[in-house]
């Protein structure tokens, strides 16, 4: 057994050891983690400084999972039942697929999206990779993967290069990402041996998921550091919840961390309307907010998009905050710095006498000159 897997097995999964370690009576998360599996990693549990604080809110079942009634909230709210062609495979936008490797996590996140699925048995079998490959390779159009889950890296890694290999073999397919909460919650799965075996299938993404800075500890800085040195690129992704990173000031320090480990936020979420856990959603102001106190007050780089996976498979759609462009017409855009500063951009005059379209209907925007 290699290491990572003896960390896994040393995480909580029953609520008997739950109510040992942290004082949960088991009686009251009974009926929860039997619907909602539980897994809390030896490295996430070191995380958690305080009763209820981020690390804590992110994998502690609570009660408040089993409240049911909010009319808008759905077990599959994304639709990716229906965007289905091949068990496993989501096909939702025009060049690029999703496909689930596992039902495995190495935790539990009580506000996941597949809450629906995660926990139970289940990896991509042989069969199925079959049906995938042979969908993937009469659709020519898909140059891009991703793996998700579950949490892909959760599969040994033979497993994982039978899928790479055979993915591989499509010529079309110009790019795999894996998307993983492996490097910040296990990260003693990063070895150099899965680095060196991934490294064969480049051009290779990946997209981690964290949530908090306290989630980033010299562990969680080296596996980072290693996947980068395979020359990986590596993107972020964090879920905006309330309690747990809602505070433009716990965003910024979290995405400043980010890059010091070399990893580009890439994706801020608005919290999916997902059964069970309406207790993290915010109001999108709040994202808006965040959005306005990351941009020009720190690294460009580190100004992930915020969006909304909208609801019934409409797919990810970036929201930003509407008070940068002030006004636009023929000859000018006035537009608002970070400081609140406004300043002129005068346009050029349009090409061939053709009138190009505004893309900004001016009826939308407040006229600085009236007021
Ligand atoms: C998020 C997602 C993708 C990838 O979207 P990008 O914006 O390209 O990162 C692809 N398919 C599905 C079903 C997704 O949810």
Known sequence: ???????????????????????????????IV???????????????????????KQ??????EGNLD??????????????????????????????????QCPIYCRFCTRKRFVGSPGTLTPDNLEKVVSYLSEHREVRDIIFSGGDPLMVVDMLLERVLKALRGIPHLEIIRIGTRVPGTLPSRITEKLCNMLKAYHPLYMNLHFNH????????????????????PLGSQTVLMEGVNDDPEVMKRLMQKLLAIRVKPYYIYQADLVRGTHHFRTRVEKGLKIISALRGH????????????????????????QDTLLYMDDEEVIVKNYEDLTFKYPQPAQSNGVGEESSIPLSMLPNPKSD
Request: hydrophobic letters at 40%.
């Open 213 to 232: 800075p306290d989630e980033i500890t010299p562990e969680v800085a080296k596996a980072c550091g290693m996947l980068a040195d395979a020359g990986i």
């Open 1 to 31: 057994m290699e290491q990572w897997q003896k960390d896994l097995k040393e995480s909580i999964v029953d609520v008997e050891t739950l109510e040992k370690v942290l004082g949960i009576p088991a009686d009251e998360v009974r009926d």
């Open 34 to 56: 039997e619907e909602y599996p539980m897994r809390i990693t030896p490295h996430v549990l070191s995380r958690i400084k305080n009763e209820g604080d981020a690390i804590w």
């Open 59 to 64: 994998v502690v079942p609570t009660a408040e």
């Open 70 to 103: 909010a009319a808008c909230e759905a077990e599959d709210p994304l639709h990716e039942e229906k965007d289905s062609p091949v068990p496993g495979l989501v096909h939702r936008y025009p060049d690029r697929v999703l496909l689930v490797v596992t039902n």
């Open 298 to 321: 720190t690294s460009g780089m580190g100004v992930p998009h915020y969006v909304i996976d909208a609801p019934q498979g409409g797919g990810k759609i970036a929201i930003l905050p």
